[in-house]
């Protein structure tokens, strides 16, 4: 049996029902089980197309939202599929494949050299602890203390401060944040080892773009990095790097379609040598951003599968999927929809906004995108208001059309035609409050091994509506919120440069006491009560002192 034919029984197959797309059919063809060992007992035979999933529990979704990574960002072009499967049954030495890889890259991408990471973030960490070693493993095997070092710190615009340069400060550097492209050549120096940025439109020279940027620092010998994560891939030449980049990282698992796992970095070949003895398998603190045999197999044949794939002829897929969405939805009375094409390289597909009235549909947007989340067959898209040149009075959900699958389309119009064609509710108006909750609250969060203490001053409730500041660990912020008989719900942020903490909390009220949960976006949920604060009673006159203490 040819591993080839493996990849040709990965395709779309019928089931009860109706259809199942290839993201749900990974392992369906009789093909796939012999070889995976199904036909022995001792294999799970569950673990099937979506079956893998259900099988613990997990229901598996049709992504029309992108290429989030919570969500399992992409699936593997067939070459990758193939290239890994192939690669999972030898052993070979990995700095060997590293140099095979890397010339392979240089030769495909038209840069000096390539290097697989662990995923685009692991590029950035490693490439950051190659800016501060210059290759010298002495240095290496102290980060993330810098001390004694000359390179220990990197400068970033602000307008590229993200959550994904955790990736930078992991290695112990001091990040200098800069607004202007005077601030920013002011603050090069010999400490300076690295710029890290995301990318600008290519051919721009205006303040703080890749050019302007690179011709400043570049004579300077420093490094720019830019993190191109979810762009789709330019080679021969890379845009960025003729902008004059030192290096570009990519996504292995977003627009390219390789392994998730994997990130892409292209660039200068004495930098991204430095980079790859940062990474696994060679001790020091980048030995946890493992990169397999598999995945830098993978990925190489996901690049040369990009060099093969005909973009425009994707796009107008896409483009079709949505066509079909928005002709059946579009039968609904009060329903628009807008297919909107991309522009640019990043996120590059097109997009379907389908709008309403909320007022007349008794649902939100996001309430159409948590019910198409939260039920069978499960869908992942986004939620907001009307958008640009939209009524004032219109919600809608919006689908992204690059990750959908064979089949997906009709499945989701279907899916959306009736969830817009239900009968619901008109929006209940809000109980009376059950309690006045103005004041200072002192409140216990309870996170999986931790106790925060943490304050909620509620200065105005009009009627139902409330709004104060809630004092976290570390951060004070506004909080606004509504009271509903006695159920209580609070929203609130803490704000960082590059990071944003959401606490959602939702509960009840009793008395003095109120108690519930926190939502925290992505990172799970912690429990909450509060008690509120009772100012004492005792009445004491105040003496003011007269003349200089005699004491002290």
């Given at each position: 049996m040819k591993r080839r034919d493996v990849i040709k029984g990965l395709t779309l197959v019928p089931i009860a029902?109706?259809?199942?797309?290839?993201?749900?059919?990974?392992?369906?063809?009789?093909?796939?089980?012999?070889?995976?060992?199904?036909?022995?007992?001792?294999?799970?035979?569950?673990?099937?197309?979506?079956?893998?999933?259900?099988?613990?529990g997990v229901e598996p979704v049709i992504n029309c939202r992108g290429t989030f990574t919570?969500?399992?960002?992409?699936?593997?072009?067939?070459?990758?599929?193939?290239?890994?499967?192939?690669?999972?049954?030898?052993?070979?030495?990995?700095?060997?494949?590293?140099?095979?890889?890397?010339?392979?890259?240089?030769?495909?991408?038209?840069?000096?050299w390539g290097v697989v990471s662990c995923g685009c973030a692991g590029g950035i960490k490693i490439s950051t602890m190659a800016a501060v070693t210059g290759g010298n493993p002495e240095k290496l095997v102290r980060?993330?203390?810098?001390?004694?070092?000359?390179?220990?710190?990197?400068?970033?615009?602000?307008?590229?401060?993200?959550?994904?340069?955790?990736?930078?400060?992991?290695v112990g550097v001091k990040i200098i944040t800069v607004e202007t492209q005077a601030e920013l050549?002011?603050?090069?120096?010999?400490r300076t080892a690295m710029i890290y940025m995301m990318p600008t439109s290519p051919g721009d020279t205006g303040p703080l773009s890749v050019q302007a940027i690179s011709k400043v620092a570049k004579p300077k010998g420093i490094p720019l990095f830019v993190d191109a994560a979810a762009e789709a891939l330019t080679l021969n030449p890379n845009v960025h790097l003729a902008d004059g980049a030192t290096i570009v990282a990519y996504s292995g698992g977003k627009a390219i379609r390789g392994p998730q796992s994997?990130?892409?970095?292209?660039?200068?070949?004495?930098?991204?040598?430095?980079?790859?003895?940062?990474?696994?398998?060679?001790?020091?603190?980048?030995?946890?951003?493992?990169?397999?045999k598999e995945e830098q197999i993978g990925m190489v044949a996901a690049v040369e599968a990009w060099l093969k794939r005909n973009h425009a002829q994707e796009e107008i897929t896409w483009t079709g999927y949505l066509e079909t969405i928005a002709?059946?939805?579009?039968?609904?009375?009060?329903?628009?929809?807008?297919?909107?094409?991309?522009?640019?390289?990043?996120?590059?597909?097109?997009?379907?906004?389908?709008?309403?009235?909320?007022?007349?549909?008794?649902?939100?947007?996001?309430d159409i995108a948590t019910y198409l989340s939260t039920t069978s067959p499960r869908i992942a898209l986004s939620a907001?208001?009307?958008?640009?040149?939209?009524?004032?009075?219109?919600?809608?959900?919006?689908?992204?059309?690059?990750?959908?699958?064979?089949?997906?389309?009709?499945?989701?119009?279907?899916?959306?035609?009736?969830?817009?064609?239900?009968?619901?509710?008109?929006?209940?108006?809000?109980?009376?409050?059950?309690?006045?909750?103005?004041?200072?609250?002192?409140?216990?969060?309870e996170y999986f091994t931790e106790t925060s203490k943490h304050t909620f001053f509620i200065e105005q409730q009009d009627s139902n509506w409330l709004k104060g500041s809630h004092k976290s660990t570390f951060t004070t912020n506004e909080l606004e919120g509504t009271i509903d008989g006695n159920e209580v719900k609070f929203k609130s942020a803490s704000r960082m440069l590059a990071d944003n903490v959401p606490f959602t909390f939702s509960g009840t009220i009793s008395g003095d006491t109120m108690s519930g949960m926190i939502h925290h976006g992505e990172y799970?949920?912690?429990?909450?009560?509060?008690?509120?604060?009772?100012q004492p009673s005792t009445r004491q006159k105040i003496v003011v002192p007269v003349g200089p203490p005699l004491s002290s």
């Open positions: 029902g109706g259809l199942v797309s290839s993201t749900q059919a990974v392992i369906a063809s009789p093909t796939a089980s012999s070889l995976l060992g199904a036909e022995n007992s001792a294999a799970p035979t569950a673990f099937r197309g979506p079956e893998v999933y259900r099988a613990l919570i969500i399992g960002a992409s699936t593997l072009v067939p070459e990758a599929k193939e290239a890994m499967y192939n690669a999972q049954s030898n052993y070979v030495q990995l700095d060997e494949l590293a140099m095979g890889v890397g010339k392979r890259l240089a030769e495909l991408s038209g840069a000096e980060i993330p203390d810098l001390t004694g070092f000359e390179k220990t710190e990197v400068i970033i615009p602000r307008h590229s401060r993200n959550t994904y340069d955790h990736a930078v400060r992991n050549e002011a603050a090069m120096n010999s994997a990130g892409l970095l292209l660039g200068d070949k004495k930098f991204l040598m430095a980079t790859w003895q940062a990474s696994s398998p060679h001790h020091g603190a980048g030995r946890d951003n493992k990169v397999g002709k059946r939805v579009s039968a609904i009375s009060g329903v628009s929809t807008d297919i909107r094409q991309p522009i640019g390289l990043d996120n590059r597909t097109p997009n379907l906004i389908i709008s309403w009235d909320p007022a007349k549909f008794n649902a939100t947007g996001q907001g208001g009307g958008g640009k040149g939209a009524a004032e009075n219109t919600t809608n959900i919006s689908i992204a059309a690059w990750m959908m699958q064979p089949g997906d389309d009709k499945i989701v119009a279907e899916r959306i035609f009736a969830a817009l064609s239900m009968k619901r509710p008109a929006f209940p108006e809000m109980k009376a409050p059950a309690a006045n909750l103005v004041g200072r609250w002192d409140v216990t969060v799970l949920t912690s429990k909450f009560t509060a008690k509120k604060y009772i």
